[in-house]
Structures are given as structure tokens and as C-alpha cells.
């Protein structure tokens, strides 16, 4: 009974202590700002360039993501629209590329097609269904770029794999073929240096 | 009362302990609750790209102009309950400029023995390109709608374009075009080159 009266100062003290330790950790929290990583503004540069785009695709496709949760699920539906447009880099055409047999036939080895420019423009996409749980958040903004950035590498790898870079040359060949006869030339040979190109 | 204390002193202990995480993660150096709760990596469905047009094209370019940008929409307020919102990002995208070679007529190229004219239309901007990866939203206050994410993000495309014609763009490009057909056609063996630029309409 003695040792019972005894302790309970002690438990209040302990009590009084944690809640001091309590109260000084609220104020570090207070004191500690959110880390937010500051905006990078790189610099503005402009390039050079020496492509030849020669096929463009128009292609789209729907991204449609289900957040399923045992206390709610979230749906969400985008129609999404790109632009992908193909050709020859002409940088990498150099001296030994070019044959002239006389003045009236030439041979030419072109450079490898390539995807040269990928767009998906704001205005071709569109939230067809949005729907979330009434214990759920909704999509924010950070999550639906996320989503669409997620199709965005979809549609870049299912591109890759069409036939835009067989088209792409084909293309850079009657395109140049046509040029090089305008310009007087009545033999036109055209091949291209590997195959494929990057996705 | 003995109980009470011992719920009290859990409660406590507790409540240090989340103040102790508290700080670790606002500095990053701890995941937040948040992100222990979420589903960690969103994947969306598998869904098929489908080809709507194929067009042959005949664009040369010669320019193009990276940039970076923070977007500030500002505070708007909602008409009904005038709620704040607000939403800056960091559009990452480019400028692209060049000829539109499909325009060249019969007319446009002139041969004389060892000597060539070429005349091309005006250089312009062909493509202002900032694809959603190029998006990187820094703060989201409020409830920001899909379509007014999309207002922001077309105006900001309109940024980069007025930017790169500020820099230059169309008189870097119509230099570069220039540079790259001489030495096209000096390839091919003429010993004059000529490539007369249209003025801009």
C-alpha cells in the first residue's frame, strides 16, 4: 500500500517528463519545413539540326488505369492522341557517301531512318471517366501526368515496332531520288547504310 | 487510475515516436505515410496504339530550341465557395524549326552546268513539343480539373514558342538550312550554290 502511494508520484513524473519530451518534438516539427525540391530551370540553348522527316503517323490510344481498394476504388479513362514523324539524319552524311560517275549519275548511301520527333499534344487528349470512392481521393494531377506519361512510353515502344522506319525510307529515297533528278541527274542509286534506327 | 496512467504513458510514447518520424520524413530522409499506403507504382492497363493516319512529308529541320519553364497559374478562385487553387509545374520540352520541302515546285530548282539555284519557302516553327514526361507538377493546391491542367499546359506551349522566336529560332534556321543544302550540293559536284530564302508572308 506504501509502495503504491510512493509510485504514483513517480509514474506523474514520468508522465510530466514525456510530455515534455512530447511538446519539445512538436516544436522541432513546427520549426522543420516540408522539403520541397526547388524548381531547375536549365538553360535555353538552340541547336542545329539536318533531318529530313519524311513519314508522319498519327496514332491513339486509350489509358485506362483501376486503383481497386478494399475501402474504395478509383477509375480513370484518357483518350490520347501522338504525333510521331520519321526520316534520315542528315548529319551523318559525310564526303564518301556521295559517288558522282559522271555528271548525270550519282549513287548515294544514306543514313539509317529514325524516329526524329515524338508529340502528344495537350489539346488531343481528353478524361473520358474519372470516378473515385467516396473514401478515396481523386486523381490529382501529379498521378494523371503520371498515368499519361506511362502511356506516353506505351506508345513510344509499340511505334518503334510499326513499320514507320521501312516507310521513313522509302519515303527519303523517292523524296531525294525526285530532287536529284529536278537537279539534272538522270541515274539515281540510293541505298541506306544499316537498317533499323532508335525506337 | 493506475490503468489510466499506463494508457496515458503509451499514448505518449507513441505520440514521441511519431514526432520523432515526423521530422525524418519531411526532410526525405524517411518515406512519408503517405507514400507506405499507396499503391507504390501505378500501372495502367494494357491497351492497343492504334494507327489513324499515315501522311508522306517532306520537312527539313534545322533548329531546334530545348527549354525549361515554371508555370504559375496563379491563385484562381472557384466561383461558388471561392476556394483557392493554384498549380505550378516545370514544362521541359523544344522548338522545332525548319522547311516545309513539300512547298518546292518544278520552278524552285534552276541547273547550269556546274552551278545551282535553290529556292526555299520560308523557315517556320514546325513543332512545339512537351510530351505529359516533360510535366513535373511542384505544387497542386485545391482541386485542379483535367481540362484546366490542359489550359496551363497548351499556354505553356505557347511560352516555348514565343521564347525560341525570341532567341532567334527562324533566322538560325533559315542560316542552317542554307549551310546544310551548300554542302549538300557541293557534295553532288556543282561549284555554285545558290539557296534563296522566301521571305516570311
Redesign the interface.
Known amino acids: 500500500m506504501n509502495s503504491e502511494i510512493q509510485n504514483k508520484p513517480v509514474k506523474f513524473k514520468r508522465l510530466l517528463i514525456l510530455a515534455v519530451v512530447l511538446l519539445a518534438l512538436l516544436a522541432v516539427n513546427l520549426a522543420i519545413p516540408k522539403k520541397k525540391i526547388p524548381p531547375y530551370v536549365g538553360v535555353r540553348t538552340l541547336k542545329d539540326l539536318a533531318e529530313l522527316a519524311t513519314v508522319e503517323y498519327s496514332v491513339t490510344k486509350i489509358v485506362s488505369y483501376k486503383d481497386v481498394a478494399w475501402y474504395g476504388d478509383r477509375k480513370i479513362l484518357f483518350a490520347a492522341a501522338a504525333t510521331v514523324k520519321a526520316g534520315i539524319d542528315l548529319n551523318e552524311l559525310n564526303d564518301q557517301d556521295i559517288k558522282l560517275d559522271n555528271d548525270s549519275a550519282v549513287s548515294i548511301s544514306l543514313p539509317a531512318p529514325k524516329i526524329l520527333l515524338f508529340n502528344m499534344k495537350p489539346e488531343n487528349m481528353r478524361e473520358i471517366f474519372n470516378e473515385s470512392g467516396i473514401l478515396r481521393s481523386d486523381f490529382s494531377n501529379t498521378e494523371k501526368d503520371g498515368l499519361l506519361s506511362q502511356g506516353e512510353k506505351d506508345i513510344r515502344a509499340k511505334v518503334g515496332k510499326m513499320d514507320i522506319l521501312q516507310r521513313a525510307a522509302r519515303n527519303a529515297r523517292i523524296l531525294i531520288e525526285s530532287w536529284l533528278k529536278k537537279t539534272g541527274f538522270t541515274a539515281v542509286h540510293i541505298v541506306f547504310k544499316g537498317k533499323g534506327g532508335r525506337p | 487510475m493506475k490503468k489510466i496512467?499506463a494508457v496515458?504513458?503509451i499514448i505518449?510514447?507513441l505520440?514521441?515516436l511519431f514526432?520523432?518520424y515526423?521530422?525524418l520524413a519531411?526532410?526525405?530522409l524517411l518515406p512519408s505515410l503517405g507514400s507506405i499506403f499507396r499503391?507504390p507504382q501505378?500501372?495502367?492497363?494494357e491497351?492497343?496504339?492504334?494507327?489513324?493516319?499515315?501522311?508522306?512529308?517532306?520537312?527539313?529541320?534545322?533548329?531546334?530550341?530545348?527549354?525549361?519553364?515554371?508555370y504559375d497559374s496563379g491563385i484562381i478562385r472557384t466561383p461558388l465557395l471561392k476556394l483557392n487553387k493554384r498549380?505550378?509545374?516545370?514544362a521541359?520540352g523544344e522548338v522545332?524549326s525548319?522547311f516545309d520541302?513539300s512547298e518546292?515546285s518544278?520552278k524552285s530548282?534552276i541547273?547550269r552546268d556546274k552551278s545551282?539555284v535553290v529556292k526555299l519557302p520560308p523557315a517556320r516553327i514546325l513543332?512545339v513539343?512537351?510530351?505529359?514526361?516533360g510535366?513535373?507538377?511542384?505544387?497542386?493546391e485545391g482541386?485542379?480539373t483535367?481540362?484546366e491542367?490542359?489550359k496551363f499546359?497548351?499556354d505553356a506551349?505557347r511560352i516555348f514558342d514565343r521564347?525560341a522566336r525570341e532567341?532567334?529560332?527562324l533566322r538560325?534556321s533559315s542560316e542552317?538550312g542554307k549551310q546544310?543544302l551548300e554542302k549538300?550540293?557541293r557534295?553532288?559536284?556543282f561549284e555554285s550554290v545558290d539557296i534563296i530564302i522566301a521571305e516570311a508572308g
Open positions: 496512467l496515458l504513458q505518449l510514447l505520440a514521441i514526432m520523432l515526423s521530422p519531411k526532410i526525405g499503391n501505378p500501372r495502367i492497363d491497351t492497343p496504339v492504334i494507327i489513324q493516319q499515315v501522311k508522306n512529308i517532306a520537312q527539313m529541320f534545322t533548329q531546334t530550341f530545348y527549354d525549361e519553364y515554371v498549380l505550378i509545374f516545370i521541359k522545332i525548319g520541302l518546292l518544278e530548282i541547273r545551282i513543332e513539343v512537351i510530351n505529359p514526361s510535366f513535373d507538377t511542384f505544387i497542386e482541386e485542379i483535367f481540362e491542367s490542359k499546359h497548351e506551349r521564347n532567341k532567334g529560332i538560325n542552317q546544310m549538300f550540293f557534295l553532288l559536284g
